[in-house]
């Protein structure tokens, strides 16, 4: 059982616009053009917060770190939380490949090794269990959402880490954010859906006065469907990003250290 659940913590370690439009026009294009200013930013910190209840039972986690937006590369300190109380992973993240290094209850099981190596997307392809994953590697899939903005109001000056940011609130389509982007932008999008089962979500998001995006927060409640396997799914996600172009550097382990993680999942998931 412990091991079943150290394996799935490393899962979750991997884990997170024209027309029609209701609300002030004015206030849409600020929030859909943060987008763009905030990936054209190159980097920045990134601290991560996930609150959900899945299968009746709750799953909390924290994430901070730092992102390269156009090279899709980041490191991540993340601490579980509910998942595995006092435990905490590093995870390394190149592209479509992460490293997370082992949960204790694994180091043994692995011989030693340090590191697990997981191919997201192969991961995803094997088993739609963890088709999720990518959408939690990159803390810019909320910020590329935001092209999807179909309403938005204004709710008023907020300080964010002690910055001054105007806070807006209303709902994306993640499906015409979609088609404003594409390839790696495009993908994160359909992942984030993914993740949050729902096609529209509400949002609030605070964006400073250079039009970048401070913090974005998502929460979803989705009543039991085949989509959700039958099961009632919340989650409430918030993200904020902070020192812009902070450098970021991120080592590939050695192949001595590290095991294949797709391998472990695809037996925990079932297949």
Known sequence: MRRRLAAAAVAVAVGLTAGGCGGDSSAIEIVRASSAKTVGAESAKVSIALDSVVEGEPVKFKADGAFDFGGRKGVLTLDLGSLLAGTTLETRLLGDTAYVSTPA??????????????????????????????????????????????????VGKED?????????????????????VEGDAAEAVDELKTLLQSEEIPYDVWIDDDGRVRRTKFVVEAAPSAKTNNKAVSTAMTI???????NVDVV?????????????LAGVGGG
């Open 105 to 154: 209850a694994l180091t043994g099981v692995l011989g030693g090794k340090k590191f697990l190596k997981l191919d997201i997307k192969a991961l995803a392809a094997q088993n739609k269990q963890f088709g999720s994953l990518s959408g939690g590697t990159d803390p810019t899939s909320g910020v590329e959402a935001l092209r999807g903005a179909k309403d938005v109001t204004e």
């Open 240 to 246: 904020e990003l902070f020192d812009f172009g902070t």
């Open 160 to 180: 964010v880490r002690g910055e001054s940011t105007t806070h807006y609130r209303g709902t994306i389509d993640l499906d015409m954010a979609k088609s404003e």
């Open 252 to 264: 590939e382990p050695p192949a001595a250290e590290v095991a294949d993680g797709n391998g472990l």
